[in-house]
C-alpha cells in the first residue's frame, strides 16, 4: 500500500493538537490519554509528550 503524509502546524502541546478529541483529552492517533501516564501521574501540559506521533517534517522526510 502507498504512504502519504498529512501536513499540519505543529502544536506546542496536546491542548493545540487538531489530532486530540478535546472532550475527552485523548489523543485520536497515539490512542492516549493526553492529561494523564498510565500510572496516572499527569503530563506535563507545556510541551508534547515524548510518544506524540507528529514530528517535525525534517524528521518525517528521513
Known sequence: ???GIIEI???KN???CLMRQSN???CLIAKKS??????????DKSKR???C???PKQEAMR
Open 1 to 3: 500500500m502507498k504512504k
Open 9 to 11: 502546524d505543529m502544536p
Open 14 to 16: 496536546c491542548d493545540e
Open 24 to 26: 475527552l483529552a485523548y
Open 34 to 43: 493526553t492529561s494523564h501516564h498510565p500510572s496516572g501521574k499527569p503530563l
Open 49 to 51: 509528550p515524548k510518544w
Open 53 to 55: 506521533p507528529i514530528r
